[in-house]
C-alpha cells in the first residue's frame, strides 16, 4: 500500500485493505494455527503503518466501515450466546463449574500480575495497582471458549455436553456479573485520585508520539511536517518507541507532499459538497404539504 497508487479509486482500495488484512487468517488456519493470534496481529500492524498509507477518503471509510461491521458481529455473536441456552441439551454440574470459574481467575490472576511486574521495568508509565486488578476482574471470556468447546470430540456425549455447559455459564458469568461490574468498582477505585485514573487511560507510552501524527487516526501530515514532528517527539522516547518513530515508521509508511494533502482536502471538500446538495435537494416535509395544497 505504500508504493502502490489506488488513492484515485477509494472503493478499490478499500477492498484491497479487506483483503490485506483477511490473508494472514487464511494463511495461518491452512498451516493449523491459530488465525484468531494472526488477524489480531495483523490488525495491530496496519492500524500503525498500512492506515497511514491510505487516501484521506479511505481512512475515513475504512473507520465507519470496521465500526459498522464489529458493532454487528458483536450483536450476532450475543445474539448467537442467547440461542445457545435454547438451542443445546445442557448437563449442568455445579461443583465442575464453580471450580473452574476459581481456577479461571486463578490463572489470569499468575498471568496480569507478574506479567505487569515484569512490563513495569520497561515503561515510563506504570501499570498500576489499581489498574492490574482491574483487568484482572473485567477479564470476559466471551465467545471464543465456546464456539472451542463445541468442536471438542469426547468419547461420550454427556462429557461433551459437560463441557459445552459449563463454557457457556462461564461466559455468561463473565459477561453479566464481572462486566456488569466493572464500571462500578472502577468507579470505586479510582474515584479519589483523578491522576491516577488519568494514567491508566494512557498506558501506552507511544500515545503521546501516535497523537502528534495524526488526529483521529487519519494522516494529514506534509513531508516537511512530519519530519519535525518525529525530530521533536524522538528526544522524548525511548526503547522500542524510539525505534519504532525513528526507523519503522519511515521504512513502512509513505509521506504525502503538500500537493497531495490539497488534492485530498479538495476530494474531501468536494464530496462533502455533494453530500449536502443532495440533501437539500430532498423535499422536507413542509415542502410535501405545500405540493400537496
Given at each position: 500500500m505504500k508504493h502502490v497508487d489506488l488513492r484515485k479509486t477509494p472503493s478499490l482500495e478499500l477492498g484491497m485493505m479487506f483483503i490485506f488484512a483477511y490473508v494472514p487468517y487464511g494463511l495461518a488456519e491452512s498451516l493449523k494455527l491459530s488465525g484468531i493470534m494472526a488477524i489480531l496481529l495483523a490488525a495491530i500492524v496496519m492500524s500503525h503503518y498500512t492506515h497511514n498509507n491510505l487516501s484521506l477518503v479511505t481512512q475515513?471509510?475504512?473507520?465507519?466501515?470496521?465500526?459498522?461491521?464489529?458493532?454487528?458481529?458483536?450483536?450476532?455473536?450475543?445474539a448467537y450466546l442467547g440461542l445457545a441456552i435454547f438451542s443445546f441439551k445442557h448437563n449442568f454440574?455445579?461443583?465442575?463449574?464453580?471450580?473452574?470459574?476459581i481456577l479461571l481467575l486463578v490463572g489470569r490472576f499468575l498471568?496480569?500480575?507478574?506479567?505487569?511486574?515484569?512490563?513495569?521495568?520497561?515503561?515510563?508509565?506504570k501499570i498500576t495497582k489499581r489498574m492490574q486488578f482491574i483487568m484482572w476482574f473485567s477479564g470476559l471470556r466471551g465467545a471464543i471458549?465456546?464456539?472451542?468447546?463445541?468442536?471438542?470430540?469426547?468419547?461420550?456425549?454427556?462429557?461433551?455436553?459437560v463441557i459445552i455447559t459449563t463454557s457457556l455459564i462461564i461466559v455468561l458469568f463473565t459477561i453479566l456479573?464481572?462486566?456488569?461490574?466493572?464500571?462500578?468498582?472502577?468507579?470505586?477505585?479510582?474515584?479519589?485520585?483523578?491522576?491516577?485514573?488519568?494514567?491508566?487511560?494512557?498506558l501506552s507510552k507511544t500515545e503521546e508520539m501516535g497523537q502528534t501524527i495524526e488526529s483521529d487516526h487519519i494522516s494529514e501530515l506534509t513531508e516537511e511536517e512530519y519530519e519535525e514532528k518525529y525530530l521533536r517527539e524522538n528526544l522524548r522516547?525511548?526503547?522500542?518507541?524510539?525505534i519504532d518513530a525513528k526507523y519503522l515508521v519511515p521504512f513502512f509508511t509513505?509521506?504525502?507532499?503538500?500537493?497531495?494533502?490539497?488534492?485530498?482536502?479538495?476530494?474531501?471538500?468536494?464530496?462533502?459538497?455533494?453530500?449536502?446538495?443532495?440533501?437539500?435537494?430532498?423535499p422536507s416535509p413542509s415542502d410535501d404539504e405545500e405540493t400537496e395544497i
Amino acid at each position: 500500500m505504500k508504493h502502490v497508487d489506488l488513492r484515485k479509486t477509494p472503493s478499490l482500495e478499500l477492498g484491497m485493505m479487506f483483503i490485506f488484512a483477511y490473508v494472514p487468517y487464511g494463511l495461518a488456519e491452512s498451516l493449523k494455527l491459530s488465525g484468531i493470534m494472526a488477524i489480531l496481529l495483523a490488525a495491530i500492524v496496519m492500524s500503525h503503518y498500512t492506515h497511514n498509507n491510505l487516501s484521506l477518503v479511505t481512512q475515513i471509510n475504512m473507520q465507519q466501515t470496521l465500526r459498522a461491521l464489529s458493532f454487528m458481529a458483536e450483536t450476532s455473536v450475543f445474539a448467537y450466546l442467547g440461542l445457545a441456552i435454547f438451542s443445546f441439551k445442557h448437563n449442568f454440574q455445579p461443583a465442575f463449574v464453580i471450580w473452574s470459574i476459581i481456577l479461571l481467575l486463578v490463572g489470569r490472576f499468575l498471568n496480569i500480575y507478574p506479567l505487569s511486574w515484569v512490563l513495569n521495568h520497561f515503561r515510563e508509565i506504570k501499570i498500576t495497582k489499581r489498574m492490574q486488578f482491574i483487568m484482572w476482574f473485567s477479564g470476559l471470556r466471551g465467545a471464543i471458549c465456546y464456539v472451542l468447546s463445541l468442536h471438542l470430540y469426547l468419547d461420550t456425549v454427556e462429557k461433551r455436553h459437560v463441557i459445552i455447559t459449563t463454557s457457556l455459564i462461564i461466559v455468561l458469568f463473565t459477561i453479566l456479573v464481572l462486566g456488569g461490574a466493572t464500571l462500578p468498582v472502577v468507579k470505586f477505585l479510582q474515584v479519589d485520585d483523578k491522576r491516577d485514573y488519568h494514567r491508566t487511560l494512557t498506558l501506552s507510552k507511544t500515545e503521546e508520539m501516535g497523537q502528534t501524527i495524526e488526529s483521529d487516526h487519519i494522516s494529514e501530515l506534509t513531508e516537511e511536517e512530519y519530519e519535525e514532528k518525529y525530530l521533536r517527539e524522538n528526544l522524548r522516547l525511548k526503547g522500542f518507541a524510539y525505534i519504532d518513530a525513528k526507523y519503522l515508521v519511515p521504512f513502512f509508511t509513505r509521506r504525502i507532499t503538500k500537493r497531495e494533502l490539497i488534492l485530498n482536502r479538495s476530494e474531501m471538500q468536494r464530496l462533502t459538497n455533494k453530500w449536502y446538495e443532495e440533501v437539500r435537494s430532498r423535499p422536507s416535509p413542509s415542502d410535501d404539504e405545500e405540493t400537496e395544497i
